[in-house]
């Protein structure tokens, strides 16, 4: 047994309390739809009880893939990034029969980025997709040799692979970053926090958005995001940050200025994807989650954030 | 024995193979429950249009489904014959009515009188990916034929991207296979048959669209 978990997780305090808030968190949203059903029945109840079911099956998921050996984490994520693409790609109405080829190389590089990830090469880690798949991409749709729509093409695919594969692969390098001198939780704390932040961060918007939401940012993309919700989101966000902080390395001032790169990027992601759905006639990315809709509408937010996220606590603390 | 090779290789390897690798989502899956025999007619894009069907079956009707094929394209050799015939049960056509066999007609027929069911693509061939083609007329003939027995009509979109015509490399895609309800033919004659079969895989095609397409609200 002791195999599969990783050997720091059952002395690691830091983990076990999140995981903790996580689950309460949880029981609170249950225990407050199930009685709002009850007793004040407000529209649009059953897709909140909804969608509260579907975060207790992701939070688990995601726990697991946490706290299990890293091995398994490795390839829960790049299972992530797998699903996020084959939505991406299929729900896009540019996509040519002639780039069939190409998307499977996209394919091919997912374990590649996510081995790169878990044995730690950072280097080639990060400039794998970036240049290494940005080239090869346009040139397989080259040698293909159908020019016709073919600059749609070489833009299309290394950026659905840069926002489904590079930047989620960035959660799973998170565990491969080295033991910090007194930082107890290390990167399984930070990959924690990014998560939890984020996804509370679209809680915190939406929630602030439906109970003052007036005022659209960006009405013509999606009319759910009021600046309401987004300062309302940025505040609770900040705040939460600064309370759990004791999963990361950071100065009280580094914790609130992160909870509020985590707010914008997360909202950030949220409005690309959001335009992307619409320009290719969508409501959601996909079904596989009931009451949220595809994987990628999850983790749109975290697209953005992670590899900001990472890059600033790279530089902050582990780049020598 | 068979049974439990072809449970094992359409409910287990199949199914998962189609939903979790390549992206095949099934909408309306519960209408296959009914007890058959059915004709199960769909559009046609590519060969694992055969498979989700199967795959999305009741595991005892696996056994008693019978895909029609052309012969000229799955048995112009003995062992491709052999394997298509083990694998899916296949019913093998030959297109170029030269030959003084039994009419095709009259083979499904003769399958439907023993109370198994038959998977009919009436477009003849996969043609051009994703775009629906003109029925043949060999679903009007057999309906005229059999007018009592339900047939089930099934949209597929997206599996024409996944492994299209002359193509050997599949690329995984969401895929979409949207089934109705089973139902008796109304119309008689063969065209108006043909007609009505068409109508009612095309009002699938825009059940599924409406299905996943933008709210106009939102």
Redesign the interface.
């Given at each position: 047994m002791n195999y599969f978990f990783s050997s720091r997780f059952s002395e690691n305090q830091e983990v076990i309390t999140i995981i903790s808030i996580i689950l309460g968190v949880l029981v609170f949203a249950t225990l407050l739809f199930y009685a709002l059903g009850r007793f004040y029945p407000i529209p649009k109840i059953n897709e909140l009880k909804q969608r509260t079911r579907s975060w207790w099956v992701m939070a688990t998921l995601f726990i697991l893939a946490t706290v299990l050996h890293p091995m398994i984490s490795f390839v829960a994520f790049g299972l992530l990034s797998f699903?996020a693409f084959?939505?991406l790609?299929?729900?896009s109405k540019n996509?040519r029969?002639e780039d069939?080829?190409a998307?499977?190389w996209c394919?091919l590089a997912i374990p590649v980025q996510y081995f790169l990830a878990y044995k730690g090469y950072y280097n080639l880690f990060t400039i794998f997709i970036p240049i290494i798949m940005f080239v090869w991409i346009p040139f397989v749709l080259v040698v293909r040799g159908e020019t016709v729509e073919i600059s749609r093409s070489m833009s299309i695919l290394p950026t659905q692979l840069m926002f489904t594969v590079f930047s989620i692969s960035h959660l799973a390098y998170l565990l491969s970053l080295p033991e910090l001198q007194g930082f107890n939780s290390g990167g399984r704390g930070l990959l924690l926090y990014i998560v939890f932040l984020t996804e509370m961060n679209d809680v915190f918007q939406f929630t602030w958005g439906s109970l003052l939401g007036k005022r659209k940012i960006v009405a013509t993309v999606s009319?759910?995001k009021t600046w309401e919700g987004f300062l309302g989101g940025m505040l609770t966000t900040v705040l939460v940050s600064y309370f759990i902080r004791f999963l990361t390395p950071f100065s009280i001032t580094e914790s609130l200025v992160t909870g509020l790169l985590i707010a914008c990027t997360g909202f950030v992601g949220d409005v690309i994807v959001s335009a992307i759905?619409?320009d290719n006639?969508?409501?959601?990315t996909?079904?596989i989650i009931p009451g949220h809709g595809g994987i990628l509408d999850r983790i749109d937010s975290l697209a953005i954030s992670a590899p900001i996220f990472f890059y600033w606590v790279y530089n902050l603390y582990y780049a020598v | 024995m068979r049974t439990l090779g072809f449970f094992l290789l359409y409910k287990v390897i199949m199914r998962y193979f189609l939903s979790w690798i390549v992206?095949v989502?099934w909408i309306n899956k519960e209408h296959l429950r009914g007890k058959g025999p059915f004709i199960f007619v769909s559009n046609h894009n590519s060969h694992l249009d055969t498979m989700a069907i199967l795959a999305a079956l009741p595991a005892k009707q696996i056994p008693t489904t019978h895909p029609v094929a052309a012969l000229d394209y799955f048995g112009n050799s003995r062992l491709k014959k052999k394997i298509t015939r083990f694998l899916t049960n296949a019913i093998l056509i030959d297109r170029n009515r030269d030959s003084n066999k039994q009419s095709p007609t009259n083979r499904m027929v003769n399958y439907l009188d023993r109370n198994h069911s038959i998977i009919l693509f009436p477009e003849g061939s996969r043609g051009a990916?994703e775009q629906l083609q003109h029925f043949q007329k060999g679903i009007g003939a057999l309906l005229d034929r059999r007018p009592d027995v339900a047939y089930i009509p099934i949209y597929m979109s997206?599996m024409g991207?996944v492994l299209?015509k002359g193509?050997k490399?599949l690329?995984?895609?969401?895929?979409y296979v949207i089934v109705g309800e089973p139902r008796k033919v109304k119309a008689s004659g063969v065209e108006d048959i043909v007609a009505e079969v068409t109508a009612a895989v095309r009002s699938l095609e825009e059940a599924l669209k409406e299905a996943?397409?933008?709210?106009s609200g939102?």
């Open positions: 699903v084959r939505e790609t299929s729900i996509i029969p069939r080829k998307i499977f394919y009319p759910n759905k619409r006639g969508r409501k959601d996909g079904t | 992206g989502k990916p997206g991207k299209p193509e490399v690329v995984p895609f969401v895929s996943i397409r933008t709210p939102e």
